[in-house]
């Protein structure tokens, strides 16, 4: 859904970090994903 819905996954993710703001203690899990690269959209 991530790379098919951009615009709601960068929502949703504001949303976290707005939430977050005075806890300094964001974890943000994505099943499935080992690496960094793995989020990378070939061609970007």
């Not at 859904?1 to 615009?7: Q, S």
């Not at 709601?8 to 960094?36: C, G, W």
């Amino acid at each position: 859904m991530t790379l098919d819905h951009p615009e709601i996954f960068l929502t949703q993710v504001r949303a976290m970090l707005k939430a977050n703001e005075s806890l300094n203690n964001l974890r943000i899990l994505l099943p499935m994903v080992t690496a960094i690269d793995e989020l990378v959209r070939p061609g970007n």
